[in-house]
């Protein structure tokens, strides 16, 4: 008996036709939310977002700037805060970051 294109498991799929990378895919958000109204001070960092899943692939601290890849992409909400959208030339030097092996 063959074997179709729907017998195919996923590891043997993999194998043929690897997935892209998640990061390569990646938006880069810098977090602009105005914390004033609190009794503390949240920190706004740059988050690296997967422009497919909307999954949270990378962050870099505020505060210490420190990068940091996640090995399994974190859910991430928007809501009640605001981004600024890096773009272009600006965002180079994160997306290399991101994008590093």
């Given at each position: 008996?063959?074997?179709?294109?729907?017998?195919?498991?996923?590891?043997?799929?993999?194998?043929?036709?690897?997935?892209?990378?998640?990061?390569?895919?990646?938006?880069?958000?810098?977090?602009?939310?105005?914390?004033?109204?609190?009794?503390?001070?949240?920190?706004?960092?740059?988050?690296?977002?997967?422009?497919?899943?909307?999954?949270?692939?990378?962050?870099?601290?505020e505060k210490t700037g420190e990068?940091?890849?996640?090995?399994?992409?974190l859910s991430f909400s928007k809501?009640?805060?605001?981004?600024?959208?890096?773009?272009?030339?600006?965002?180079?030097?994160?997306?290399?970051?991101?994008?590093a092996e």
């Amino acid at each position: 008996m063959s074997r179709g294109i729907n017998d195919v498991t996923p590891a043997e799929w993999d194998a043929v036709a690897p997935r892209q990378h998640r990061d390569h895919n990646a938006i880069i958000l810098k977090e602009t939310t105005d914390w004033s109204n609190l009794d503390y001070t949240p920190q706004n960092h740059t988050y690296a977002i997967n422009q497919y899943t909307g999954k949270l692939v990378a962050m870099w601290s505020e505060k210490t700037g420190e990068f940091k890849r996640f090995t399994k992409p974190l859910s991430f909400s928007k809501s009640k805060r605001t981004f600024d959208k890096i773009t272009h030339s600006a965002a180079k030097p994160y997306r290399e970051q991101v994008e590093a092996e």
